[in-house]
């Protein structure tokens, strides 16, 4: 199988769009949706055999979503979330949404995939997704994320509640003291 994925731009930097969450959480809801009828699809495929319920949800799974490496980062200050992606995916093929515990992060994109051998190939067009919930280790502020695309990953920073709350008080406890 090959994947021909479209010409290579430069996305250096490229800020990424925050989307309202609940745009996401509908689009959590579609994807669990697909992964269940494709489950159960697999599910009758192999003679309605029960208990391999997780081996066919793990199956239709991998079929619907690709899977990208992640990294987590955590300083006194802010979470970092580096992720690597299939490809040329741009800015706005790339959506984001943050909430004081949780991140999503989506994409979708249509790509040609060649399947079959010299003598018999053919080409069909797929969507390529990409859906990750990442729920956080502790509360961060939405409203100061940032994130960047940049070549084949996506960075994004999201400064902590409490880092903010901590300034805060200094601030205030310094020009209380004047």
């Known amino acids: 199988m090959k994947v021909c994925l479209g010409e290579e731009q430069d996305k250096s930097g490229t800020p990424v769009k925050f ?52 990294d987590l980062e955590e300083s006194a200050e802010e979470i970092i979330l580096h992720i690597d992606l299939p490809g040329s995916l741009t800015a706005d093929q790339l959506t984001v949404s943050v909430e004081p515990r949780r991140l999503l992060v989506s994409s979708e994109k249509e790509i040609s995939v060649l399947f079959g051998d010299a003598s018999d190939a053919h080409w069909e067009v797929r969507w390529q997704q990409i859906f990750r ?10 409203s100061k994320a940032t994130a960047t695309l940049d070549s084949h990953a996506v960075q994004i920073v999201l400064p902590k509640a409490s880092a903010a709350n901590e300034r805060c008080k200094k601030a205030l406890s310094a020009s209380s003291r004047r």
Not at 133 to 142: E, M, Q, Y
């Open 133 to 142: 919930v990442h729920d956080l280790p502790v509360d961060v502020k939405p």
């Open 19 to 70: 989307v309202p969450v609940q745009l996401l959480q509908q689009r959590n809801d579609e994807i669990h949706n697909m992964i269940a009828r494709r489950a159960y699809e697999l599910f009758e495929y192999h003679g309605r055999v029960p208990n391999h319920e997780i081996d066919d949800w793990t199956q239709a799974e991998s079929e619907l979503i690709y899977p990208c490496c992640h």
